[in-house]
């Protein structure tokens, strides 16, 4: 895991931001991704959703103790396995 020192601390899960020109890059020092955006938090959202992929957690679905923390109950789901309509074969 990456990590840097200011003042001696030890820093865990360091991210770097920056301008440069008209918009803002974000860098996340473990996986090395960068992104970049108009304002800051876009870059930082961007990164979040970059790096998500990187670590393919993008896309994951809810686990069932999840969907039960929600007061959802999967296994009253009437859909199963099918795939939603709007989604092309």
Do not use: K
Not at 21 to 28: F, I, L
Not at 33 to 51: C, H, I, K, M, P
């Amino acid at each position: 895991m990456a990590s840097s020192a200011r003042e001696g601390d030890p820093r865990e899960d360091e991210i770097r931001l920056w301008r440069e020109g008209d918009g803002w890059v974000a860098t996340d020092v473990e996986t090395g991704v960068t992104t970049q955006g108009s304002t800051r938090d876009e870059a930082l959202t961007n990164l979040d959703d970059a790096v998500a992929l990187r670590r393919d957690e993008a896309g994951q679905g809810p686990t069932d103790e999840e969907l039960r923390e929600f007061g959802i109950d999967p296994d009253a789901n009437e859909t199963g396995d099918d795939a939603p309509p709007d989604v092309l074969e």
